[in-house]
C-alpha cells in the first residue's frame, strides 16, 4: 500500500518509469503522448540531453548554498539571459521553486513598494475572475476561480474581481472585439475608483488564460488599455505568465505580443521545463530601487530560492530554446495544430471554440454550438475526455467550470515545443476518439 497522499485519493496511478521526447512511459511500458506537457511544463520534451547534462554538472560542484550568505554562478547568469531578453523597463530577478511562490512574491514585494514610497494606504489587489494565480492563501485569494476558492474563502485575504477578457462568452451580438476588450478593461477604473485610487496598489492578470478558462487571449488593445489605467492611478501591473511564458505562446514573454510591459513578472513551468522546480518574479528598476534605496531588505524568502541546480536547468532551458530556435517552431507548430484542430472539429456539434496562441490552445465543448450552452455540469463531461484520452494513450487537461467555476468544460492542450507534424496528427487523432468516448458515456 503506498504513503504517498495523492492529489485524488480514490485514482489508481499508473507508474511513469521512462521520458522518451514527448511521451512518458509506465511501468507496464505503456507510452502516453504528453499533450499538455504535464501542467504546460514539460517544453523540451523529456530527455533532453543538454538540459540533463548541465543538472548533472551542477550537482557535482554546488548542490545548495543559502542566499542569506551566498549568491551562485547558474543563478547570476540565468537572471541576466532573463533580463537580457525581457520586456523594457524589468531589471531584477527573484528566484523561487514555482508559481505560487511567485505570485506570492509578487503580491508582497507590490505591497513593500507602496510602503517604501509613503503610500501606506495602498492595500487593495485587483484580479480577474476566472483566473488563476496559485494555491498558496495569497495567490489563491487572487485567482478568481470559484470553485477553487470556495472551501478556504473563510482564510484569504480580500480581492477585487473584474470580468475577464473572453471574447467567445462575453462579447455582446454586435459588439467589435475591440470595443468588447476597452470595455471590460475599463472595469479596472470603475473598480479602482469605487474602492479609491490611494488604496489600490496593483492588478494582477495572465496575458492569455491558462488552466481556468482554457488558452483564452485578450483581444488586441485590452492589455494596452490595461496599461494606460495602471499608470494613471500608480498601481502596479503584474502580469502571471506562469502557465502562458516562456515561448509557450509562441514568443519568450508572453506580454510581447500585447507590446505591454509590467512592473512585475511571474514566470515558472516553462522556466525548469519539468527538469527542476523553479520560477522567478522579475520586477522593474523603479521596484526595485524603492527597496534599495529605503529599507534595502525585501522582507519575504523561502529556503530554496534562487537554489544553483534549479538555475542551472533553467539556464541551460532557455540557452536550449535560443539555440534551436523553439520560440519560432513554437508559433509554426502552434498554427499547425490549430489548423489540425479547425479541421478536425470546425463543424462539431459540441465544439463551440477553438483557440490560444503558439503551442497553448484551448478546445471548448458545449452543449448547443449556436447558444454557446454549457453542458450540465452534473454529466462531469471533462473528467470524461480525461480518462478516455489517457486511455488511448494521450495526457491532455480537460477542465471544468470554464465559465463561472461551475459551468462550461474545456481540453487545454500545451505539448512540448519538439512536437513533429505526425505527432500533431496523433494528437487530434486521439482527441477525437477521446470526445467521442465521453460524449457516447452521456
Not at 516562456?246 to 506580454?255: P, Y
Not at 539556464?315 to 523553439?326: F, G, P, S
Request: glycine content about 12%; overall charge negative.
Amino acid at each position: 500500500m503506498s504513503h504517498v497522499f495523492p492529489r485524488h485519493t480514490k485514482a489508481n496511478l499508473p507508474t511513469a518509469v521512462a521520458g522518451d521526447g514527448c511521451y512518458l512511459i509506465d511501468s507496464e511500458g505503456k507510452r502516453y503522448f504528453d499533450g499538455s506537457g504535464g501542467a504546460a511544463v514539460s517544453c523540451l520534451g523529456h530527455s533532453n540531453a543538454a538540459v540533463i547534462a548541465a543538472v548533472q554538472e551542477q550537482v557535482g560542484k554546488l548542490a545548495f548554498a543559502h542566499t542569506g550568505f551566498m549568491t551562485s554562478e547558474p543563478a547570476e547568469a540565468l537572471a541576466d539571459l532573463l533580463i537580457e531578453q525581457a520586456p523594457e523597463g524589468l531589471d531584477r530577478v527573484y528566484f523561487v521553486s514555482g508559481g505560487s511562490e511567485a505570485t506570492e512574491a509578487a503580491i508582497k514585494l507590490t505591497r513593500q513598494y507602496h510602503l517604501e514610497r509613503g503610500e501606506p494606504k495602498r492595500r487593495h489587489l485587483i484580479a480577474r475572475r476566472q483566473s488563476y494565480h496559485g494555491n498558496t492563501l495569497g495567490a489563491l485569494a487572487a485567482g478568481g476561480n470559484a470553485w477553487r476558492r470556495q472551501q478556504f474563502d473563510p482564510l484569504l485575504i480580500d480581492v477585487s474581481h473584474i470580468a475577464p477578457c473572453y471574447e467567445y462568452a462575453d462579447c455582446g451580438r454586435g459588439e467589435s472585439a475591440f470595443d468588447y476588450g476597452q470595455r471590460v478593461a475599463n472595469e479596472l477604473e470603475t473598480e479602482i475608483l469605487r474602492l479609491g485610487p490611494e488604496t489600490v496598489m496593483g492588478f494582477i492578470a495572465e496575458p492569455v488564460v491558462g488552466a481556468t478558462s482554457g488558452a483564452v487571449p485578450a483581444v488586441p488593445g485590452y492589455f494596452k488599455r490595461i496599461r494606460e489605467i495602471c499608470d494613471k492611478y500608480g498601481v502596479l501591473l503584474i502580469l502571471d505568465e506562469v502557465m502562458c511564458g516562456m515561448g509557450r505562446t509562441g514568443h519568450l514573454f508572453a506580454c510581447d505580443a500585447e507590446g505591454v510591459a509590467p512592473d512585475i513578472l511571474c514566470m515558472a513551468k516553462g522556466l525548469g521545463a519539468g527538469y527542476q522546480p523553479i520560477g522567478a518574479m522579475l520586477c522593474s528598476a523603479d521596484i526595485y530601487g524603492a527597496v534599495a534605496g529605503g529599507s534595502g531588505f525585501f522582507q519575504h524568502g523561502h529556503t530554496y530560492i534562487g537554489h544553483p541546480v534549479a538555475t542551472a536547468a533553467g539556464l541551460a532551458v532557455v540557452t536550449e530554446m535560443r539555440n534551436r530556435d523553439l520560440i519560432s517552431k513554437c508559433r509554426e507548430r502552434g498554427d499547425q495544430l490549430q489548423s489540425a484542430l479547425t479541421d478536425r472539429f470546425a463543424d462539431h456539434p459540441h465544439v463551440g471554440d477553438i483557440r490560444g496562441r503558439g503551442l497553448f490552445r484551448g478546445v471548448e465543448l458545449v452543449a448547443d454550438r449556436e447558444g454557446k450552452t454549457p453542458f450540465d455540469p452534473t454529466k462531469g463531461l471533462a473528467a470524461k475526455v480525461k480518462r478516455a484520452a489517457f486511455e488511448a494513450g494521450l495526457i491532455c487537461y480537460p477542465m471544468s467550470g470554464t465559465r463561472d467555476g461551475r459551468l462550461g468544460d474545456h481540453i487545454l492542450l500545451a505539448p512540448p515545443f519538439i512536437i513533429s507534424t505526425d505527432q500533431i496528427g496523433e494528437v487530434v487523432d486521439k482527441l477525437d476518439l477521446a470526445i467521442s468516448a465521453a460524449l457516447q458515456a452521456e
